[in-house]
């Protein structure tokens, strides 16, 4: 059941739920989350139930503020301290060395813990009133099922849970892709998921260059290839072969649609174009819900143009790759 997240006393309920072990979805900035509270074990296995996710795959801790931090980090290594106080609230995680006897399930059985402290008003309300209610934090991945598009939307959301869990609407998300993730447990940060930050400024606040995941990165389904994916065939294509595939597709029954930049020369009956907006941001806004609407309205195809190879645009590109990848 989709519920009026500016509402104080809807909030009071989700807390309480969150309380009693049970899972409530939540707005953030960057998409949808489907919470529990991090400390409890057994509350934590219903997300992995629900998501059909594997339980060894670690899971964000969303906290209330920065000094949550202690709570469920052995230490805090001077980098992250940086990046906490520069990107808190907003849409940045960090995994640091996990505190002993808390989160285990939700960090997957790792020793470290990823943390993040949203700026969504309604994911920020109910991480206080959760917190009065005694949930120190809530582990919350995507609201989605494994393997799927992250939710942009409350609807999405019921769309893949049904009506019996508990979503808080706070609207259409803003930054519309996952938060970036730098690991500070390693002697130098690593880049493990990039998102609309660019790196260039986690890189001036952290104060040295970010170093690519490697082998040694844990096994996280965030970072599977096969990610992301839509139901449809994506394909990742620049501008002109984009041209050549579309008159070379003239005359198919397939049912495509295109989302590029310049809109397709020579219409295909059956196509849907969409255009892609200008600015990376805006296209990380959009990017989720425009392929679930592709996917709503059957689309067998989704012909995207790829994106220009400047810095701005990591995470847009990281999302298509893996989308492109799934088949
Ligand atoms: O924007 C976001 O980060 C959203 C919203 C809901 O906050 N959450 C999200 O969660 O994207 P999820 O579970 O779909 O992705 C979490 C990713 C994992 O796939 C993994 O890559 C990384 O976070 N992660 C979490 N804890 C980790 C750890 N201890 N070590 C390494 N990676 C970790
Ligand atoms: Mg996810």
């Known amino acids: 059941m989709i519920l009026d997240g500016r509402d104080p006393s ?8 969150l309380a009693a ?14 919470g529990a509270r991090a400390d ?17 795959h670690p899971l964000i801790v969303h906290v209330a503020d920065a000094e949550s931090v202690r709570i469920f980090a052995a230490e805090v290594p001077p980098v992250a301290v940086r990046l906490v106080a520069h990107f808190w609230p907003g849409p940045l995680t960090i995994i640091v060395p996990r505190a002993a006897g808390i989160a285990s399930a939700a960090a997957g059985g790792q020793t470290s813990v990823g943390l993040r402290c949203p700026s969504h008003p309604v994911a920020h309300a109910l991480l206080v009133a959760a917190r009065e209610a005694g949930v120190p934090g809530v582990a919350a991945p995507s609201a989605n099922r494994f393997g799927r598009i992250s939710p942009t939307r409350a609807s999405h959301v019921a769309d893949e849970f049904g009506d019996e869990l508990l979503v808080l609407d706070g609207g259409p998300c803003d ?5 970036s993730i730098v690991d500070c447990t390693r002697q130098h940060p690593v880049l493990l998921r990039p998102g609309v930050l660019t790196r260039a400024e986690i890189e001036a606040v952290a104060g040295e260059p970010l170093l690519d995941r490697d082998e040694n ?3 996280a389904s965030g970072t599977l290839e096969a990610h992301y994916a839509p139901r449809a065939l994506l394909r990742l294509m620049p501008r002109t072969q984009l041209q ?31 255009a892609m907006p200008e600015r990376a941001t805006d296209v990380a806004h959009e990017l989720f819900s425009v392929l679930r609407a592709f996917d709503d309205e059957g689309v067998q195809l989704i012909w995207v143009e790829e994106p220009p190879a400047t810095p701005e645009w990591e995470g847009v590109r990281d999302r298509l790759r893996r989308a492109a990848a799934s088949r």
């Open 244 to 274: 050549t595939a579309l008159q070379m597709l003239a005359g198919s029954p397939l049912k495509l649609a295109v989302y590029s930049r310049v809109a397709p020369s020579g219409t295909t009956e059956g196509m849907r174009h969409r």
């Open 175 to 179: 930054v519309g892709i996952e938060s």
């Open 10 to 17: 809807v909030i009071e309920r989700a807390a309480s739920a």
């Open 40 to 56: 409890d074990d057994a509350a934590v296995a219903k997300i992995f139930e629900a998501k059909g996710r594997p339980a060894d």
């Open 21 to 34: 072990g049970e899972l409530v979805a939540l707005p953030t900035e960057t998409v949808y989350g489907l």
């Open 217 to 219: 990165a844990p096994k």
